[in-house]
């Protein structure tokens, strides 16, 4: 499988220039930026907070870098540190030099970049791929994960055809002129429509192949064994899944799990209310430190 990658030098600086001018204003001038050799490629990382707790690490979802969690990193980092990761193979300052073909690829590239920076166990948050990233993670390296925050992850279910083409919809609104782009984020179910400081970068994303695989859905015995404790939150109106459905499968088979249900959202659940998002994956590390 090859490699993701911009398609051409004039998409990746275009990419960056959208980039560095949403960093200088969204992500805090604190962040200490460094890069990490993987055996998949170079791994930026962003570090903020201090005091020797154990941190947060966030995985972004597919096609967005670190920076989409601007709006959490201030809170979280008040309570312990953070470590936000852009990973390889997504548009970002990473480069991907070899394929991840399956879920415990991911894992080892996870597990070496905690070895890089020295972190022994980490309070995981993850957002749609990134969720189904720190799944994996859980199941194959348990005792590097002190609890799960997963917003609305994959791994629950096979990616549906209409997923696809919500996804392809919403790229396509993203060019359109600003009233009607604002006027289909209630159609398509996509707050971030109506992020106008964002949507320069992201239709800047679309100058890169990603070439990520598919997340294949985690089977019952592999829920049951995800042993750390996890706060599950789903979008009500979820393009990814029944929402309903994933709760009840996450309380019956996940042993030290809560599910909770975000009844306006959608897929679009990590932008709604972040600041409340992120007292609430305060709180819930904080509950879970006994373990950490």
Known sequence: MPVGEFRNDKARDRFFTAYEEAAGRLWPSSSAD??????????????????????????????????????????????????????????GPSVQTRAIDSGDEWSR?????????????AHLVGTSYGGWVALRHALRSPQSVASLTLVDPGGFGTV?????????????????PRPIRHALAGRLRNVALRDDDAMRLVKATFGFRRRHIL?????????????????????????????????ARVTARMPHA???????????????HPGEMAEQIVTFAADARTSA
């Open 215 to 247: 997340p294949p859905p985690l089977t019952d015995d592999e829920l049951g064994r995800v042993t750390a404790p996890a706060l599950v939150l789903l979008g009500g109106h979820s393009q990814l899944f029944d929402a309903a459905e994933v709760a």
């Open 160 to 176: 549906s055809r209409k997923f696809i083409a919500w996804m392809i919809a919403c790229g396509l609104a993203g060019f359109t």
């Open 258 to 272: 809560v599910a909770e249900i975000v009844p306006e959202a959608g897929h679009d659940l990590v932008l709604w």
């Open 34 to 91: 460094s890069d990490v050799v993987t055996s998949f490629g170079t791994t930026r990382v962003h570090r903020l907070g201090a005091g020797d707790e154990t941190p947060f690490v966030l995985l972004p979802g597919s096609g967005g870098p670190a920076l989409m969690w601007h709006a959490y990193v201030g809170r979280l980092a008040a309570s312990r540190p953070v470590i936000a990761i852009d990973p390889v193979g997504e548009p």
């Open 109 to 121: 590239w996870l597990d070496e970049v905690f070895a890089a920076l020295g972190v022994g166990r």
